[in-house]
Each structure stands twice: as C-alpha cells, then as structure tokens.
Nanobody
Framework: QVQPVESGGGLVQAGGSLRLSCSASGRTITSYTIGWFRQAPGKEREFVAAIRWYDDSPYYGEVVKGRFTISRDNAKSTVNLQMNSLKPEDTAVYYC?????????????????WGQGTQVTVSS
C-alpha cells in the first residue's frame, strides 16, 4: 500500500510563508498526478494544487492561485508546495495525494493514495 508522507506544516503569521513537502515514489506506482488538498474544521475538502508527474504541468485552485507554487524534486522524489502571503483562511490540514489520472487534476475522487496530513495554522 503506497502512502505519501507530508512534512513542513506549522504556525505562521498572516502574510508569512511555509513550504510543504510530500514524498512520492513516482517510479514504483502508476501515478500521473501529485496533488495537495486541504480541509479546515467544519469545511469540505478543498483542492489546492497539483502537478502532472511526467511533464511538471501545474494546476491551482482559485483560492491559492498567485500565492502558492507547486514543484517537483526528482533527486529527492518529492513534491513541494511553496505557500506565500498566507491568510488565516489558509488554516487547515494539508494532504498530499497521488492519482493515476493525468487530466482531471483537481478532482479529489480520482486520487487513490492519501497521506496523513500536516497542520498549517495561520494566525492574524
């Protein structure tokens, strides 16, 4: 059973930055997309960003576009999420997930492998 592992969460002031990382074994599984989702208390799971493994094509949710950047590190087999200009509404548990779909990158139902999540808290 393949399980992504997230790291890098923490507490940050509004306007600050954090970098999340997700370990992913791209060569050993049939994944084509690595995505980040988040879930805040009392809210539904929300798409944040995703990257297509074979060509590094990124895709972003509207709420984070222009503030977050997703990238891939081949040497470390990781995907990073650079989060800038953080807002209190960004507070959530952030999950990394793997999908075998290369087109519907923002659709959570197509992601089959999920990590345990890492907490991001943005204070005002």
């Amino acid at each position: 059973q393949v399980q992504p592992v997230e790291s890098g969460g923490g507490l940050v002031q509004a306007g600050g930055s954090l970098r999340l990382s997700c370990s992913a074994s791209g060569r050993t599984i049939t994944s084509y997309t690595i995505g980040w989702f988040r879930q805040a208390p009392g809210k539904e799971r929300e798409f944040v960003a995703a990257i297509r493994w074979y060509d590094d094509s990124p895709y972003y949710g509207e709420v984070v576009k222009g503030r977050f950047t997703i990238s891939r590190d081949n040497a470390k087999s990781t995907v990073n999420l650079q989060m800038n200009s953080l807002k209190p509404e960004d507070t959530a548990v952030y999950y990394c997930a793997l999908s075998s779909d290369a087109y519907h990158m923002g659709r959570a139902s197509l992601y089959g492998y999920w990590g345990q999540g890492t907490q991001v808290t943005v204070s005002s």
